[in-house]
């Protein structure tokens, strides 16, 4: 056999293995090495050491049901989201900002409108700029429930859209 090389196990220099011998000495710090030449490639182990082998790092496994790490894409998906939902978010009744909803700017357009068209009517026979606040109250109320209705849409298919790309995250990775 060749004559071989591997590097020490502590210092990493090259260690001289001749021959047929089976132990050999670093020539640098003088730690031993038993040589295993059982295999195709010629294995150095040091000597004295523990035969065990240092426990690998097992892959982290899910299999065992157990509670997996939220992977990071997932946080980051949920980062943008709150960001993204953040831009959606209206004023409501209480005055505090909340998920735009279509049932309240329907319910304020329809009562501003119905107020709205009781000042225009009793107005009747007025002059027309006498008549215009009632029309645009009845204009204010549409105008207001079709931009609050486009808010509630947009946010709605903001949040679809969010919940697809979360279920696709977090697929089971297999079947
Ligand atoms: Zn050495």
Partial sequence: MADSS???????EPLSVTGAS???ACASCGQWHTVDRSGPV???KPFGEQETEPAEAAPPT?????ERMVPPELLQLDMDWERERKRHLVFGVSGEVDVPEMITPIGVGVAL???GA???YQSAGA????RLPGLAVIAGGIAFAIYRIGKARAYEEAYRR??????ATTKPPDQ
């Fill in 22 to 24: 089976f132990s050999v």
């Fill in 162 to 167: 969010y919940q697809g790309r979360r279920r």
């Fill in 42 to 44: 010629l294995v150095v």
């Fill in 127 to 130: 002059s027309l700029v006498s």
């Fill in 6 to 12: 591997p590097p020490c196990s502590r210092c990493n």
């Fill in 62 to 66: 899910d299999a065992s049901g157990e």
């Fill in 118 to 120: 009781y000042l225009f």
């Fill in 113 to 115: 409108t119905g107020v």
